[in-house]
């Protein structure tokens, strides 16, 4: 194929510690041109969770594992600070915001916090890292020749799904999982957002649907 490779000197990973997150990673050590960096974060770095991902940092001295839980701010800050000591001078290339959560239930059993609880994680922390991560991904886009957008200069993904599209139903019948959608539906504007504000950084913003992943997440149902 024609299409130019992705080649990024750095990137971070929410969630990374399994499920897609993990993939990421892992997709990222098979490429080619590996990354210089691969930042790994995941809420609980020492815990059982976690074992597959220190095994593979362990093999491959590009990948740090970082402690970041994407409901806990002062994380976020500690998290952004440890990755620019890490890259020095240069930026970070890719920011993937991939941690998110779901509680299965029906919207009859749907309460306050359940619905708070996943906005906080799924929409709020997206916010805030890319807010904590801005600087580094601006001095990447300005490291980087050229004025176009690219996943190789800077950029952020916010992986959403298709269960946060108000057109469709899709799922439905499986999986009603209300706080779920609305956390997407508003995942989805704060990409918007997100591109609108950060297009004059050269910092390109998009939000991912990845189909469903068997994953703790995506379960047995088909859903992501």
Known sequence: SNMPELHVCSVLVTGANRGLGLGFVQHFLRTPNPPQWIFATCRDPKGQRAQELQNLASKHHNVVVIALDVANPATIT?????????????????????????KPKTLDAETSEDMTETYTTNTVGPLLMGQAFLPLLKKAAQGSPGSGLSCSKAAIINISSIGGSIASSYGWE?????????SKAALNMLSKCQSLA?????VLCVALHPGWVQTDLGGATGYT
């Open 174 to 182: 499986q999986m009603q999982v209300v706080s779920y959608r609305c």
């Open 78 to 102: 500690a998290a952004a600070a440890k990755v620019g000591e890490h890259l020095g001078g240069s930026g970070l290339n890719l920011l993937i915001n991939n941690a998110g959560m779901v």
């Open 198 to 202: 950060y297009r004059e950084h050269g």
